[in-house]
């Protein structure tokens, strides 16, 4: 199982950025994925998911209204698409892997990582 994150970098408050997550090693259409990060100095944050299969989605308070999750389970891969960034986004980004198509059921797998700075 493979997870790789990309698209993150440096962008001003109020921007806008979308995140890619890569994988490969597993049948990922019918897995759920989530999308977790990490600000400096802090604990993991769990702030959205999407189901396997049919892809019901679910988002953290901290990001309702400003992040969209998506899949293409053609392309196996995954996206969060980020607007009205604020400071208090700034963070390291993971994609993790559900061990079945629920994501209650917790995460197995995990990618190294995609820094997002928000910044002026």
């Known amino acids: 199982v493979l997870l790789v994150e990309s698209g993150g970098g440096l962008v001003q408050p109020g921007g806008s950025l979308r995140l890619s997550c890569s994988a490969s090693?597993?049948?990922?259409?019918?897995?759920?994925i989530s999308w977790v990060r990490r600000a400096l100095g802090k604990g993991l944050e769990w702030f959205s998911h999407?189901?396997?299969?049919?892809?019901?989605?679910n988002y953290a308070d901290s990001v309702k209204g400003r992040f969209t999750i998506s899949r293409d389970n053609t392309k196996n891969t995954l996206y969060l698409q980020m607007s009205s960034l604020k400071p208090e986004d700034t963070a390291l980004y993971y994609c993790?892997?559900?061990?079945?198509?629920?994501?209650?059921?917790?995460?197995?797998?995990w990618g190294k990582g995609t820094l997002v700075t928000v910044s002026s």
């Open positions: 090693g597993f049948t990922f259409s019918i897995y759920a």
């Open positions: 993790a892997k559900g061990t079945n198509w629920n994501p209650l059921y917790g995460m197995d797998y």
């Open positions: 999407i189901n396997g299969g049919g892809g019901g989605t």
